[in-house]
């Protein structure tokens, strides 16, 4: 008997009414996958409805009418961290992507991205992907400067090193290499190792950290002081 997989309960949020409802239309066809539960003007109501409504996904446009949608995507992280946050941009760029990534938003698309798209990344999104990580990784330079940015911040926070590193010396290289931006095929020959170890690590390292994506664990790192980024 094949498992019946519940449609995921998506609240948007957006101050354009029109928009609000071309994403709500656009999701109708797909409604044995998803559902929208509850469609919010601004972000004290998007909290509020979140908290009545019970959406797993919050899909917000980038700006909202009362907020900024990334300082409301942090809220909705805060108070309910079981949902996860799909920002949606008129016009993406790499400022508002790293701000995103820095507020826990789990994807970061245009505003127009199809919905069989959509669909898919809020599923994905669900299951406690972070699809976000996919734009950072696809642009190598754009990782440096997000990574690098994550290093400068940690700098100015007084942290004392942690005695017990719970990764091993190969895995930390291996972070500090993905760290640099570099690919599973590109840290496998800078360590002489093949491809496959190199996933293996990484899934090891994800394991111990309890986080879904490389991005995160390299952030985490540099946060803990476990390793560094070069000057960009």
Not at 73 to 98: C, G, T
């Given at each position: 008997?094949?498992?019946?997989v519940e449609r995921v309960r998506i609240l948007i949020a957006s101050g354009n009414g029109l928009t609000r409802i071309q994403l709500r239309d656009g999701l109708l066809p797909?409604?044995?996958?998803?559902?929208?539960?509850?469609?919010?003007?601004?972000?004290?109501?998007?909290?509020?409805?979140?908290?009545?409504?019970?959406?797993?996904?919050?899909?917000?446009?980038?700006?909202?009418?009362?907020?900024?949608?990334?300082?409301?995507?942090?809220?909705?992280?805060?108070?309910?961290?079981?949902?996860?946050?799909?920002?949606?941009?008129?016009?993406?760029?790499?400022?508002?992507?790293?701000?995103?990534?820095?507020?826990?938003?789990?994807?970061?698309?245009?505003?127009?991205?199809?919905?069989?798209?959509?669909?898919?990344?809020?599923?994905?999104?669900?299951?406690?992907?972070?699809?976000?990580?996919?734009?950072?990784?696809?642009?190598p330079s754009l990782a440096l400067r997000i990574l690098g940015a994550f290093r400068e911040l940690?700098?100015?926070?007084?942290?004392?090193?942690?005695?017990?590193?719970?990764?091993?010396?190969?895995?930390?290289?291996?972070?500090?290499?993905?760290?640099?931006?570099?690919?599973?095929?590109?840290?496998?020959?800078?360590?002489?190792?093949?491809?496959?170890?190199?996933?293996?690590?990484?899934?090891?390292?994800?394991?111990?950290?309890?986080?879904?994506?490389?991005?995160?664990?390299?952030?985490?790192?540099?946060?803990?002081?476990?390793?560094?980024?070069?000057?960009?």
């Amino acid at each position: 008997m094949e498992a019946v997989v519940e449609r995921v309960r998506i609240l948007i949020a957006s101050g354009n009414g029109l928009t609000r409802i071309q994403l709500r239309d656009g999701l109708l066809p797909f409604g044995e996958k998803v559902e929208v539960v509850a469609l919010a003007p601004n972000g004290a109501e998007a909290l509020l409805q979140t908290s009545t409504a019970s959406p797993e996904v919050v899909v917000t446009a980038a700006t909202l009418p009362d907020m900024d949608g990334l300082a409301f995507s942090r809220s909705v992280r805060q108070q309910f961290p079981m949902v996860s946050v799909v920002v949606l941009s008129d016009a993406p760029q790499d400022e508002e992507l790293f701000e995103a990534i820095r507020f826990g938003a789990a994807a970061y698309l245009s505003t127009d991205t199809p919905p069989e798209e959509m669909v898919d990344v809020v599923t994905r999104v669900r299951a406690g992907a972070y699809v976000i990580d996919e734009h950072v990784l696809a642009n190598p330079s754009l990782a440096l400067r997000i990574l690098g940015a994550f290093r400068e911040l940690t700098a100015i926070e007084e942290r004392v090193k942690p005695l017990f590193v719970p990764l091993s010396p190969r895995e930390l290289e291996v972070l500090e290499n993905a760290g640099q931006g570099s690919s599973n095929r590109a840290i496998a020959k800078t360590l002489s190792i093949s491809e496959q170890t190199v996933k293996n690590h990484l899934g090891s390292i994800m394991r111990k950290l309890a986080v879904n994506d490389r991005t995160h664990a390299v952030v985490y790192a540099l946060q803990q002081g476990w390793i560094s980024i070069p000057d960009l």
